[in-house]
């Protein structure tokens, strides 16, 4: 059964976005078509997707690698919108350049953006893109908004674990852009925060890792922290279907509601969650990272965007999830 509201497709179908993306595409009448990474040994458990409401009925399931874009043609094919919200293992400990991998990343999303080019019914493509991309750049600014990117030569002089993540996440934007307007492709960017609340697919993923890595005792990524934006699930799920909806849509799309700081974060938890061993403002007082800078929302507002969660939601239903799936 077709949906009412037509069929699209969403790329990397059991990611934590695109999972939950999936879920509200559903609920508000499309029908969806999914690509799926194939596992080399067996097929990967795609239950928790097709047991949403209006799986069985308008839930197709793909198997395709952004390592060989052409087979994505078989998913796009007949959709009239794409969320590209797939993104390559970043494997590092192999052996290979890191250019090579950021390469592979940047080349799987220009096929697809190709795919949908050729496809005559794609009308916009979302590419899901990281705040990643807009706040590494060392301009020591509070705040900043679309027009801002990150460096990618002080992401590298910075020796960041997770730096390789921020430079293909950066240089794949770009390009998508350059590319859609080179080729008069629809095409706009969701930056969204660090993403938090619950989760539909099964392992804990790593935006909520580090969001809740005080409650987990996690010290290795506290250094995140300093100064967190921060977005609900929901919310980045529903923005993405509002840019694919919204006709004025142009460009990039910041989607962050709130920035925490280390102590802000360290007095909530504690008040809130006296079960959990909280670290003290004394004890964070000699934390070291990557101070975030805050993000605006506002061209996202002002395209008449809603947000409707706050950081009591998002720690609410991240905590209440992981103790669900006895993560906790």
């Not at 930056?191 to 989760?199: C, D, Q, S, V």
Request: hydrophobic share 35%; proline share 5%; aromatic share 10%.
């Amino acid at each position: 059964m077709e949906g009412e509201k037509g069929r699209v497709c969403v790329t990397g179908g059991t990611g934590y976005v695109a999972s939950w993306l999936i879920m509200k595409l559903l609920e508000q009448g499309y029908s969806v078509n999914t690509t799926v990474r194939p596992h080399p040994e067996h097929k990967r458990d795609v239950g928790f997707l097709t047991s949403l409401p209006g799986g069985s009925e308008r839930l197709e399931i793909f198997y395709a690698d952004l390592s060989e874009p052409s087979g994505f043609e078989v998913a796009i094919k007949g959709c009239i919108g794409v969320f590209h919200v797939a993104s390559p293992t970043l494997d590092f400990g192999n052996g290979e350049p890191e250019e090579v991998v950021i390469q592979r990343a940047t080349d799987g999303t220009l096929g697809i953006l190709k795919v949908c080019l050729n496809s005559k019914t794609v009308k916009r493509v979302v590419l899901t893109s990281s705040a990643s991309a807009v706040a590494f750049n060392g301009s020591g600014v509070e705040t900043m908004d679309e027009a801002y990117w990150s460096d990618v030569d002080y992401i590298r002089a910075s020796n960041l674990p997770i730096g390789p993540y921020f430079v293909s996440k950066t240089l794949t934007e770009k390009r998508a852009l350059e590319f859609a307007q080179e080729h008069g492709l629809d095409l706009v960017t969701l930056t969204p925060a660090y993403i938090h609340g619950p989760f539909i697919c099964p392992n804990m993923p790593s935006s909520v890792r580090i969001s809740l890595a005080m409650v987990l005792g996690d010290r290795e990524q506290y250094g995140l922290l300093i100064n967190a934006p921060m977005v609900h699930i929901d919310d980045v799920a529903r923005a993405h279907i509002f840019l694919l909806e919204y006709p004025e849509a142009k460009g990039r799309y910041i989607c962050s509601k709130d920035t925490i700081t280390i102590e802000e974060m360290s007095e909530f938890l504690s008040a809130k969650y006296p079960e959990y061993s909280i670290p003290t403002l004394e004890y964070l007082k000699d934390v070291e990272g990557h101070k975030n800078p805050g993000l605006s929302s506002k061209k996202l507002l002002d395209s008449g965007f809603k947000f409707r969660y706050g950081l009591e939601e998002m720690f609410d239903g991240a905590i209440q999830c992981c103790k669900e799936k006895g993560l906790l």
